[in-house]
């Protein structure tokens, strides 16, 4: 199944707050999962990559944590700020060339 | 922005037309990208290519043709355009170890089908 659900589709957060995204696949085969910011009238721009390897992966404030037997993996934002308010989108990578995106999650930070 | 960027930014255009969208990167990458992005689809990939005239489908295919004389122009075509393909569309490269790795995305077109 070369699926990557997402969710959830919109969230809202109180500034300083801890804002959480969840995606599931079921391809095993997936080996690399990035995750995709975008703000309004611009492309995606890659925010964090993760492994299979690895659980977890830091870097600032942002944190994907990978559980590969229940095949989720999460990004977290810590401290949110109003300059995070942008769509998110995980990914999954397999194959080398196939990459498949998650429909995404609009995140709105309150100031 | 990796050096990418996709013309026309806008366009609208009438069912039947054909249209062509440019993407023009300078930093000579192998791997290049058409999505489309919808809302509550995400984006989706149209085709990509791995070289000059390799391309391959992407799981949106159908409907469009792309081609790719010069490593530094991948070109997405319409044939006959239809009202289900207003869409953004982004151009991509791929700059990381394996082909999909580490994508920068272009700016994107938004394109309008009467």
């Known amino acids: 199944q070369q699926q990557v659900k997402q969710s959830p589709q919109s969230l809202i957060v109180q500034k300083g707050g801890i804002s959480i995204i969840n995606c599931a696949y079921e391809n095993t085969a997936f080996d690399y999962f990035p995750w995709y910011q975008q703000f309004p009238g611009k492309g995606p721009a890659l925010l964090i990559a993760i492994r299979p390897d690895v659980s977890e992966k830091k870097e600032g404030r942002f944190t994907i944590s990978f559980n590969k037997s229940a095949k989720q993996f999460s990004l977290h934002i810590m401290d949110s700020q109003p300059g995070d308010s942008a769509t998110y989108f995980c990914?999954?990578?397999?194959?080398?060339?196939?990459?498949?995106f998650g429909k995404g999650t609009r995140l709105h930070i309150l100031p | 922005d990796a050096g990418i960027t996709q013309s026309p930014r806008h366009k609208v255009t009438e069912t039947g037309t054909p249209v062509t969208l440019r993407c023009h990167q300078t930093e000579n990458h192998r791997y290049m990208y058409w999505y489309r992005q919808d809302p509550g689809h995400g984006l989706r990939l149209i085709h990509y290519?791995?070289?000059?005239?390799?391309?391959d489908k992407g799981e949106v295919s159908d409907g469009y043709s792309v081609s790719r004389s010069k490593t530094e122009d991948f070109l997405l075509t319409l044939e006959s355009a239809t009202s289900s393909q207003t869409s953004v569309y982004f151009c991509a490269i791929s700059v990381g170890d394996r082909r999909a790795d580490e994508q920068f995305f272009g700016p994107g077109t938004r394109l309008t089908v009467l």
């Open positions: 990914a999954a990578l397999y194959r080398d060339d196939k990459i498949i």
């Open positions: 290519s791995y070289g000059v005239k390799d391309t």
